[in-house]
C-alpha cells in the first residue's frame, strides 16, 4: 500500500508525457517538408507485412464464433439469424478491437524496439545533427502509417472474417454463399460500420503514438529496448480497450446500439 | 610556405564563453572557454567522466547547457530557432564514437541520407559522385551495397566520417576518433582527420585521450579539468610542461 502513491505519480508523469508526445505530434503532422518516401515505406511495413497475421486471425475469429454461436441459437430456433449475428458481433466490436490488439502487439512493439534501440546507439542524434529532424522522420510517418492502414486491415478483415463464418455455417448445414451473403448485407446498417471503422482511425493513432513514445523515450541499453517494446505491447493494447470502451459509451449516447 | 598569422588574429568558427552544464547536482562543465580558428584542429583532452563528449554536445545543441555562450560560424548556437539550427547543422559533421551509422540502411542509403534530406544533390548522378567522392577519400568504395553489421569497427568509423565529409562541413566534431581501433586503423584515422584539414580547410574540435591523435593532428590542445580549461597549448608546448597535472596526463598517455 506504501508503493501506491508512487505508483500513481508514475502513471501520471507517463500519461503527461504521451500526451506531450501526441501534441508534439499533432504540431509536425502536417510539415510541408513531409517524408513522403519514409510515410511509404511504412506503410508497407506495418500494413502490407501485417496482411497475413490479421488475415489468419480473422478467419479464425469468424470461424470459432459461428462454430460457438450455432448450438446456443439452436437452442431458441434461431440458427437461421447466424450469419446476422456474427457479421453484426465481427464488424462492431470483434475485428476491430482483435486486429487493435494484434497490431499493438506486431506494431506497436517493433516501433518500441526499433527506435529505442536507435536511440541507444545515437542513431536519432546523429539524425538530428545531420540537419534532419528525427522526430517528423521517424515518428510522424510511423503514426501516420498505423492512422491509415488500420483502417484497411479491419476492413478486410472484416470479409475475411463473415467468409470463416459462412464456411462455419457450411459445416453442419448447406447454404449458398449468395444466401449467406445477402443475408449479413441485409443484417447490417451504417450504424453498425460506421462507429466502428471510425474507431479503428483512434486505435491506429495510440498503437503509432505509444509504440514511438516508448522507443523515442527508451533508456540506455539493451533493457531498456527490451522495455520499450514491452511497455508498447502493453500501454497500447491497454489503450485500445479504454477508448473502445469511451467509443461504445458516445454510440450509445447518440443512439448507435 | 607563408607562416600562419597569430591565432588571436584568426577568425573564429567556434567560441565558448562560460559554459556551464549539470545535471542535477552533477555540475560537468563550469566554465568552459574555448576558440577554435578557421582551419585549425582543436584537441580537448580530459578525463574519463570529465564532460568531453559532454562538451562537443552543447556546440551542436545535442544538449543544452545550463548556462554559457556557443558561436559557431557566427551564429548564437542557443538563440536559433529549430529551422535555423538544422541549416547551421548542416554547415557541421558530427562523428559519434559509435559511429551510429543507421543500421536499416546500406553504406551508400546512409550518405545519401543527409543529401537527399537536405535536398543537397538533385539528381542521381550528382547524389552518386557525392558518394563516390566520399567513399573514395575514406577508401572504402567497394562497401557501398554493405550493410552495418556487416563491417568491423574501424570500416563502421571511417563510413561514419564519410557520411560527414559528404555535407563538407567547415567545423567537424569528433568524439573519440580512434578509440577502440587498432594502432594501425588509427593512424589511417589521424590521417584522414588531416586530410580534411588539408583538401577541405575544415575546422575541428577533437574529443580524444590518443597520444597519436596530440601529436600529429591537434593544433593546439585544450585541458579540461573539473569543468574548466585548466591550460591550452600545442602538443609540445605541454610535454614540456612543468605543471604536475599537465606531466600526469602526458606522462600515462
Redesign the interface.
Known amino acids: 500500500m506504501a508503493g501506491l502513491p508512487i505508483a500513481i505519480e508514475r502513471s501520471l508523469r507517463e500519461a503527461g508525457s504521451i500526451a506531450h508526445f501526441a501534441g508534439r505530434f499533432f504540431r509536425n503532422a502536417f510539415h510541408p517538408r513531409f517524408a513522403w518516401d519514409e510515410l511509404l515505406r511504412q506503410c508497407v511495413v506495418n500494413g502490407y507485412r501485417s496482411l497475413a497475421l490479421v488475415g489468419i486471425t480473422a478467419f479464425i475469429m469468424g470461424l470459432v464464433l459461428t462454430v460457438q454461436s450455432r448450438p446456443t441459437l439452436a437452442r431458441f430456433g434461431a440458427e437461421s439469424m447466424l450469419p446476422a449475428m456474427v457479421a453484426v458481433s465481427m464488424v462492431r466490436e470483434i475485428v476491430p478491437v482483435i486486429t487493435a490488439l494484434i497490431c499493438a502487439g506486431k506494431i506497436g512493439s517493433s516501433m518500441g524496439a526499433e527506435l529505442g534501440s536507435m536511440r541507444v546507439t545515437e542513431q536519432i542524434d546523429a539524425m538530428e545533427v545531420s540537419g534532419t529532424n528525427p522526430f517528423r522522420y521517424l515518428v510522424v510517418t510511423r503514426v501516420w502509417s498505423t492512422i491509415l492502414t488500420l483502417p484497411i486491415l479491419v476492413v478486410l478483415a472484416d470479409v475475411i472474417a463473415i467468409g470463416a463464418s459462412w464456411v462455419g455455417v457450411n459445416m453442419r448445414a448447406t447454404v449458398s454463399w449468395s444466401l449467406f451473403q445477402q443475408q449479413v448485407i441485409d443484417s447490417l446498417a451504417y450504424s453498425d460500420f460506421l462507429p466502428a471503422f471510425i474507431k479503428t482511425y483512434l486505435f491506429g493513432l495510440v498503437i503509432g503514438l505509444v509504440g514511438c513514445h516508448t522507443g523515442w523515450h527508451a533508456a540506455k541499453g539493451t533493457a531498456g529496448v527490451g522495455r520499450a517494446a514491452h511497455k508498447a505491447v502493453v500501454l497500447g493494447s491497454l489503450l485500445v480497450f479504454i477508448i473502445d470502451l469511451v467509443a461504445v459509451q458516445v454510440t450509445d449516447l447518440m443512439g448507435f446500439n | 610556405m607563408m607562416a600562419r598569422p597569430p591565432s588571436t588574429e584568426r577568425e573564429h568558427v567556434v567560441r565558448l564563453r562560460g559554459l556551464q552544464l549539470s545535471f542535477g547536482d552533477n555540475h560537468v562543465l563550469r566554465g568552459f572557454d574555448l576558440d577554435v580558428h578557421r582551419g585549425e584542429n582543436v584537441m580537448v583532452l580530459g578525463r574519463s567522466g570529465s564532460g568531453k563528449s559532454v562538451l562537443i554536445k552543447c556546440v551542436?545543441r545535442?544538449l543544452e547547457p545550463t548556462a554559457g555562450q556557443v558561436e559557431v560560424i557566427g551564429q548564437d548556437v542557443r538563440a536559433l530557432d529549430?529551422e535555423a539550427l538544422?541549416?547551421l547543422?548542416?554547415r557541421?559533421g558530427?562523428l559519434?564514437q559509435?559511429s551510429?551509422?543507421?543500421?536499416?540502411m546500406t553504406v551508400q542509403e546512409n550518405l545519401e541520407?543527409?543529401l537527399r534530406?537536405?535536398w543537397v544533390a538533385t539528381t542521381p548522378e550528382e547524389t552518386d559522385a557525392r558518394v563516390e567522392e566520399a567513399l573514395q577519400a575514406v577508401g572504402l568504395a567497394h562497401t557501398r551495397r554493405m550493410y552495418p553489421a556487416e563491417l568491423s569497427g574501424g570500416m563502421k568509423r571511417r563510413i561514419g566520417l564519410a557520411?560527414t565529409l559528404i555535407?563538407k562541413p567547415e567545423v567537424v566534431l569528433y568524439d573519440e576518433p580512434t578509440t577502440g581501433l587498432d594502432p594501425i586503423t588509427s593512424l589511417e584515422m589521424v590521417e584522414l582527420i588531416l586530410g580534411l584539414q588539408r583538401n577541405y580547410g575544415t575546422s575541428s574540435i577533437i574529443i580524444s585521450h590518443d597520444l597519436n591523435v596530440a601529436k600529429r593532428a591537434a593544433d593546439r590542445i585544450a585541458l579540461l579539468h573539473e569543468g574548466r580549461k585548466y591550460t591550452e597549448g600545442t602538443y609540445d608546448e605541454l610535454r614540456a610542461s612543468t605543471d604536475p597535472l599537465v606531466q600526469r596526463f602526458f606522462v600515462m598517455m
Open positions: 551542436v545535442l529549430d538544422d541549416r547543422r548542416v557541421m558530427f559519434f559509435s551510429a551509422l543507421y543500421d536499416g541520407f543527409p534530406r537536405n557520411r555535407m
